[in-house]
């Protein structure tokens, strides 16, 4: 809607005397009243706009009640707490951590690595008659000779015809059986290659020579805090999948909630770019997630936990916190306008550009009356009314293109990708003007 | 400067550095109460953070390898060996470590080597290490910081401790001032002084120097020179939950009150998570009253409107509303019980009439008459026994010298009624006139005996709220530049310039009332900022308990000649 003489779209609360920009309603009237006068009968329709507006925009109805709180319990701590803030001092000792972490470690590592590749040796092709088995053992890890031990180095009691010398398979060495420890084979093959089957653990199974590897306790404790470290590192459960599943709904509202936010402002404001259904489709959306993030904190709560445990009060606090999120974020949406309100702010907004036209040109009519100093001088019409050329041009490019988006823009809203209609309808819109301005020149 | 938001700053960024995950934060007691005084639950668990434990509780542990913990804790050497075991037998997945205070080389080599698991990610010192307890007040909550006279050790390592962290928590170079009359005063500024010193590399590299601002001033001031103000009966809306309910840690207990609704037996106070409480903090009581009433009969008019439910659009508009209205509802039940209470207690034990003798007697002087209204009031079996003990004891300090004074006599009406008498002996003893250097009732200065006069002549615009702490003073003084250098020596040297940022600690605990009055200095200078921090913060109740622990095992020697037993 460019005026005839300005290519140039002004935007925002312009007087529609002298174009300057007053950035607020109060502010346009006040200037109005002031400077302009005599042209009351504008004034008073500017005032029934806002009016209006106002009702309408504000929700009036039901906005009361939420003010009557809002001014009994909004406080704003701006008056003297202006001053920015920055964290505070923080020092960091994560590196003196991990250096002295490192360099105890290593050792441990270094040996731990050792005793892996020698359980590798022993449990690959391990024979299952029990003297090729010794055999095959000796064969990885050679035996220390016991001849001249008579004590156990662990408990320092004596060996004899019912206390005999037995080797641990890792470092052989020398140890009575009350003092080894057995690994249990299925076990092992898990530690050597993660990707093994799980052993059906079962406690009751009594560990010996037969099942089991004799380890001295030192292999055993660095065996068992490699395998535990591989336990941490890769145990996904189901819970902890479910969780990562509703965050993961949980990031996708955030940028949903925002952008129905944007559209319902639009639409409040009396723009074109997004229509009803599409605003009513993003609600469906975010009904969609809460309802998916409800059922997986659900899902959560009621794993299996007992009672009172930690697990359980972890799972009943992500269940809290999904209800909190869901009543706080995505329940909250701003009540949508019906057809008749946006029909209405519409209505007036485009009322509003048109009597700026109508003004404009009024004035610029007078002006050059004034000019001419001719008063009875017939003005000629300003412009034709649009329309009253038929379109000859079909194979225009400018058509073409506006149809291609138009078509875009279709595609857009049924996959409900509202950043991208946004964009689409802007180029809609330089393309109209374009269009419009090719055809002004081409009649002139 | 705000202390509140300093300190969840500190626990925002623990959340969010550990990054996406089920987190628990392992605390211990003290970092507990730092925690909850800035955060809620609701709003921690957002940010996925779902349990919170106790690194001293004995509960057994199941295995949570899932879960990142956030330890949070302070640096004291039963925590580092608490966090050893843990460390050696980790029971979570990952472990972010933050200490809130300064941590030796040696404990971190500690934990090191009990990190077997190589389960630690990050290691660091937050400098969170203080109850914000309001945007410009913080406290320690030590009652009986002192004791015989002399600083309890292990509170004064405690209170500097956290004085440090305050200035680093705020990013504030400071230099220290004490009251000079005050030993312990004295002992403390050192303390601070010295470990600001032995940080001052850590100080030089994260806290640009200014050199045209002036540093922030850390006065350090001594409660035995004002032992009026945590006496006096308050009519501000925190200050008197405080003194009639007892805040602690926000936390206001409500289960004595008979037909409590379950849902507050325990209410929590706090201004960051309660608009209605942060905008009436400072209303008196009359204006509190008013507010709820108008509130009240608004909320009534409209929940009528709302009963009214014809159509489906109403039918729709209550059920959208409905949350909101909960919501609200629930904050106005909150504060309606609170307050009814505190107004059944002014009615029961005829506060209006003990606190309208307080103010007399502290902001008036007409000894005869004070006397006369003192004992009809001790004489009372209305009055709490706190109560008469309290007016009591503001006699005694007020008319300590006076010719005609009747202290024994009034102790004798205290012993009557069955009343302990030791409170004011030992108030005397604490914040007598020996203890005092300021002019605390305005007896030498003339402007102050002018103003004295005119207010037993014309009478006063509020008879409840005549008194001001002399703190106010105090703080409008250092910030004019006036405080005198003889009094309030600087640790280092002067720096001349007036300051703009003012840190104010009391030993022996502040009160709320000296928190309103900083909040209007804050208010009345734009270019001021003022924080108020105490050892606690006290009510009539717990600063009897002070003074007890502050006289413990010292011989009367100021009072000798009041007859008692």
């Known amino acids: 809607m460019a005026t005839a003489n300005d290519d140039e779209i002004l935007e925002g609360f312009l007087c529609p005397i002298c174009k300057a920009d007053l950035k607020s309603a109060s502010q346009l009237t006040n200037h109005f009243e002031s400077l302009h006068q005599e042209d009351q009968d504008v004034l008073k329709s500017l005032k029934d706009i806002f009016g209006k507006a106002k009702t309408i925009i504000l929700n009036n109805d039901n906005a009361d009640l939420k003010e009557t709180f809002a001014r009994a319990l909004k406080f704003n701590y701006q008056d003297y707490y202006d001053e920015e803030q920055v964290i505070g001092v923080s020092r960091s000792s994560t590196d003196y951590f991990k250096g002295v972490r490192f360099s105890r470690l290593e050792r441990y590592a270094t040996e731990t690595n050792k005793l892996l590749i020698r359980l590798d040796k022993l449990i690959c092709n391990m024979p299952s008659d029990p003297h090729q088995r010794k055999i095959h053992e000796q064969d990885a890890v050679p035996w220390l000779d016991g001849s001249s031990v008579n004590l156990c180095p662990n408990c320092a009691k004596p060996f004899h015809l019912t206390r005999r010398q037995h080797h641990c398979r890792l470092c052989g060495s020398i140890l009575c059986h009350d003092c080894s420890v057995f690994l249990d084979i299925e076990v092992a093959k898990t530690i050597i290659n993660p990707s093994a089957p799980k052993p059906v653990s079962n406690p009751e199974l009594k560990l010996t020579e037969k099942n089991g590897l004799r380890l001295c306790e030192h292999c055993y404790n660095l065996i068992k805090l490699r395998k535990q470290v591989q336990e941490t590192r890769n145990t996904k459960t189901e819970l902890v999948t479910a969780y990562e599943e509703m965050r993961s709904l949980m990031e996708q509202a955030k940028p949903a909630v925002a952008m129905y936010e944007k559209m319902c402002q639009s639409l409040f404001d009396g723009e074109t770019t997004y229509n009803m259904s599409d605003v009513n489709a993003m609600r469906g959306r975010i009904g969609k997630l809460a309802e998916g993030i409800d059922l997986l904190s659900k899902q959560i709560v009621s794993f299996p936990a007992e009672p009172g445990t930690r697990q359980a009060r972890l799972q009943n606090a992500i269940r809290q916190a999904a209800g909190h999120y869901i009543k706080e974020d995505l329940l909250s949406l701003r009540k949508l306008p019906t057809e008749a309100q946006i029909e209405e702010v519409r209505r007036q907004r485009y009322e509003r550009a048109e009597k700026q036209i109508q003004m404009e040109r009024e004035r610029m009519e007078r002006e050059r009356q004034r000019r001419e100093g001719a008063p009875g001088a017939a003005p000629p019409p300003a412009s034709t009314p649009a329309g009253a050329q038929h379109d000859d041009d079909d194979d225009n490019p400018l058509l073409e293109q506006m149809n291609i988006i138009r078509g875009y823009i279709k595609e857009a809203r049924q996959e409900l990708r509202f950043e991208e209609v946004a964009i689409l309808e802007a180029n809609l819109k330089e393309l109209k003007k374009e269009y419009k301005l090719q055809k002004l020149s081409s009649r002139s | ?565």
């Open chain 2, 1 to 565: 400067m705000n202390v509140i938001q300093a300190v969840k700053m500190y626990i925002t960024k623990m959340t969010e550095e550990s990054g996406p995950g089920m987190k628990v934060i392992l605390m211990d007691k003290e970092t507990t109460s730092i925690v909850s005084m800035v955060y809620s639950q609701s709003e921690i668990l957002q940010k996925e953070v779902y349990l919170f434990e106790r690194i001293d509780s004995h509960a057994k542990w199941d295995n949570m390898k899932h879960m990142k913990c956030i330890v949070f804790i302070r640096p004291t050497s039963e925590n580092i060996a608490l966090l050893s075991r843990e460390l050696r037998d980790p029971k979570y997945g990952v472990y972010f470590i933050y200490f809130s205070n300064v941590v030796s080389k040696a404990d971190i080599k500690t934990l090191a080597e009990c990190d077997e698991e190589e389960a630690v990610r990050e290691v660091q010192e937050v400098f969170a290490d203080y109850l914000a307890v309001d945007r410009h007040l913080f406290s320690f909550n030590i009652v009986g910081c002192l004791q015989g006279r002399v600083w309890n050790q292990q509170h004064l390592q405690r209170v500097s401790q956290g004085l440090l962290a305050l200035l680093l928590s705020l990013k504030r170079r400071a230099c220290v001032r004490y009251e000079a009359a005050s030993e312990p005063c004295a002992r403390l500024a050192e303390r601070v002084r010295d470990l600001l010193r032995r940080e001052a590399v850590l100080i030089d590299n994260s806290i640009p120097y200014n050199g045209e601002l002036p540093p922030t001033q850390l006065l350090i001031i001594d409660r035995r020179n004002d032992p009026v103000t945590p006496l006096l009966s308050q009519w501000t809306y925190q200050a008197m939950v405080h003194e009639l309910l007892t805040i602690n840690n926000n936390r206001v207990s409500l289960a004595h009150v008979p037909d409590v609704p379950k849902d507050f037996r325990e209410v929590v106070l706090s201004s960051e998570q309660d608009d209605f409480y942060a905008k009436n903090l400072y209303s008196n009581f009359g204006e509190i009253g008013q507010t709820i009433k108008s509130l009240m009969e608004e909320f009534q008019t409209k929940a009528k409107s709302n009963q009214k439910v014809e159509s489906i659009s109403d039918m729709k508009n209550f059920v959208e509303q409905y949350p909101l209205f909960k919501k609200m509802s629930g904050t106005v039940t909150k504060h309606v019980t609170v307050v009814g209470e505190l107004s059944a207690c002014v009615g029961r034990h005829k506060l209006l009439e003990v606190s309208e003798l307080e103010q007399e007697i502290v902001c008036q002087s007409d000894h005869s008459k004070h006397l006369q209204r003192l004992k009809a009031l001790l004489a009372d079996g209305a009055l709490r026994d706190s109560d008469a003990a309290r007016l009591a004891s503001l006699y005694a300090l007020r008319y300590e010298k006076h010719a005609g004074q009747g202290v024994g006599a009034a102790l004798e009406l205290l012993r009557a009624r069955g009343a302990a008498d030791g409170a004011p002996l030992a108030a005397l003893e604490y914040g007598g006139a020996h203890a005092r250097h300021g002019d605390l009732f305005g007896l030498q200065d003339a402007v102050k005996i002018t103003n004295r006069l005119f207010k037993g002549l014309n009478g006063v615009e509020n008879i409840y709220t005549q008194h001001t702490p002399p703190l106010k003073d105090t703080i409008e003084d250092l910030l004019r530049g006036k405080l005198r250098e003889a009094q309030y020596p600087t640790l280092g040297g002067d720096d001349g310039r007036r300051p703009t940022h003012v840190v104010v600690f009391v030993v022996g605990g502040a009160t709320y009332e000296e928190s309103l009055c900083v909040h209007q200095i804050n208010k009345a200078n734009p270019g001021a900022k003022v924080v108020l921090g105490g050892t606690t913060i006290h009510n009539s109740a717990s600063f009897f308990e002070e003074i007890k622990s502050a006289m413990q095992g010292v011989h009367r020697t100021h009072t000798k000649h009041i007859r008692n037993v």
